[in-house]
């Protein structure tokens, strides 16, 4: 029940409340429609991190990376150090 | 595939863990590009190596949350570490945290007549003090799982001669769904839906560990997706009063094994700062809108956790305004009160100072099929995850 997993919108239907904000989002495949009130910001292509039907934060695609970026400076940094 | 499913269990119940498993990567999953960069192996191995070059002293660290107990149980990250590094499962699952007193207040209620009592499942097989959930729709009570409180509102709009009750369980997470549901609630004059408070909040638990005489913990793996909500800022007075590192984390493989690294690196040069290591969904502040409802929906309030006791403002209730959608109060159960029993050792394995296969009931009378304590219910519950993927 914990686990928010990321998924992306497909697309964002209109409704005549903010709150009510819907889209339908992808989970590699599987199809549910989650509540996008928290997300004002998202736009259908974006990944949304899910949690019990609602999104509650977009995945920044930048930050994304910075997850290998930061090996490769570590490593790039025990370089410099091993040729001092 | 899930071990324990009762065959008489809502079709749902299937269908949900399905996807659930899905959702954990047991299967290949090659459409969803963060998932698959997540989960390199090569990169893994990176991190565990460099943990090893840094590493020159015993560590204590624990992971606030059951959902990266569950990763670093299933793809054995534990056992990447360097001798003498040490991961502790904390209590952050809400399954296994909400308290006896409040199972046997969601039986009370679902065995009523005219309630449709509606639940995440994993909240279905929790034994309260005489029988689950389960076991209640068996006997013919209206118990109905849902996926998201949403779904709940619906069945109340549709059945407005019945008493539609949900189960509000989980950390700062489900606040903000949760609190949607009651806020929409009262927007659309629904007389006839309620909600079972028992929330939880991550940082006054996190408090009441490191407070404590037994305290092993040295350093935290803070949970990335509640930090989505609530942001970081809470953590800083915490690092700073009983000096340990806080590293934000998220919930793949790699996530953790940097979240470990970057958390080690502060212990070994004598830091203890607050670090991010899930930036591409935690931003310092949170997310506001979300923290907007749950505010006013809810308060801050003093709450029982299963096996640990009552922890001041630990927890979410009400406020004034929605007092008229407890569920404990409108069924007159705000005075039950429930003593836990004692063989079940969760409470300690919660606040890290014994592992589940420590447990003299671990796989000989508390199994999955069979649970004593909500720890072996839960896919985040620590007593599960060993007893899936450990065999001791
Ligand atoms: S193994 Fe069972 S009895 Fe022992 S602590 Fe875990 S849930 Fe409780």
Redesign the pocket.
Same mark, same amino acid.
């Given at each position: 029940m914990c686990l928010a997993v990321p998924g992306k919108i497909l697309s964002i239907s209109d409704t005549e409340s903010e709150l009510m904000r819907t889209g339908r989002v992808s989970f590699g495949g599987i199809v549910k429609e989650v509540n996008l009130a928290y997300t004002p910001e998202a736009k259908v292509g974006d990944y949304v991190i899910v949690h019990v039907g609602f999104a509650l934060n977009t995945v920044d695609e930048e930050e994304a990376k910075r997850v290998f970026q930061y090996l490769d400076e570590i490593e790039g940094l025990d370089e410099l150090r091993e040729t001092e | 595939m899930l071990k324990g499913r009762r065959k008489s269990a809502n079709q749902n119940l299937i269908t949900i863990s399905t996807l659930d498993s899905r959702l954990r990567g047991d299967i290949k999953w090659n459409k969803l590009k963060f998932i698959d960069e997540y989960r390199d192996k090569e990169a893994s191995l990176k991190y565990s190596s460099l943990i090893n070059d840094i590493t020159t002293k015993k560590w204590n660290i624990m992971e606030v949350c059951g959902g990266q107990t569950h990763s670093i149980v299933k793809f054995g990250i534990d056992e990447l570490l360097p001798e003498g590094v040490n991961l502790i499962h904390g209590p952050g699952c809400p399954v296994c945290v909400t308290s006896l007193e409040l199972i046997d207040k969601s039986i009370e209620i679902a065995s009523r007549e005219n309630v449709i009592f509606c639940s995440f499942g994993d909240m279905l097989r929790v034994p309260g003090s005489k029988k689950d959930l389960l076991q209640v729709k068996a006997e013919g009570g209206d118990v109905r799982m849902m996926y998201s409180p949403l779904d709940a509102l619906k069945i109340a709009r549709e059945n407005p001669d019945k008493e539609v009750v949900f189960f509000a369980v989980g950390f700062e997470t489900t606040a903000p769904a949760n609190a949607m549901a009651v806020y929409q609630a009262k927007a659309q004059g629904l007389k006839n839906f309620s909600i079972l408070v028992s929330h939880v909040l991550v940082p006054p638990a996190m408090e009441a560990i490191l407070s404590s005489k037994s305290n092993l913990v040295q350093g935290f793996l803070a949970a990335g997706h509640v930090c989505a909500v609530m942001g970081y800022n809470e953590y800083f007075p915490l690092a700073e009063k009983y000096k340990v590192p806080i590293v934000v984390t998220g919930f793949e493989p790699l996530d953790i094994l940097q979240g470990i690294y970057m958390c080690i690196k502060q212990l070994e040069e004598g830091r203890h700062e607050v670090e991010n290591q899930y930036a591409r969904v935690v931003n310092r502040e949170g997310n506001q809108s979300a923290m907007n409802i749950v505010s006013t929906v809810f308060k801050v309030g003093t709450r029982k956790w299963r096996g640990i006791g009552e922890i001041p403002d630990s927890g979410l209730v009400l406020q004034d305004d929605y007092i008229d959608y407890d569920a404990s109060l409108k069924f007159g159960l705000a005075e039950m009160t429930v003593e836990e029993p004692k =063989?079940? &050792?969760?409470g &300690? &394995?919660l606040q890290g100072l014994k592992k589940?296969h420590e /447990? =003299?009931?671990?796989?000989k &009378?508390?199994t999955p099929e069979h649970?004593?304590?909500?720890?072996?219910?839960s896919n985040e519950?620590? /007593?599960a995850a060993y007893?899936r993927y450990r065999k001791v």
């Open positions: - | =063989e079940c &050792i969760s &300690i &394995i589940p /447990c =003299e009931a671990f796989g &009378i508390c649970p004593l304590g909500a720890t072996m219910v519950g620590a /007593c007893y």
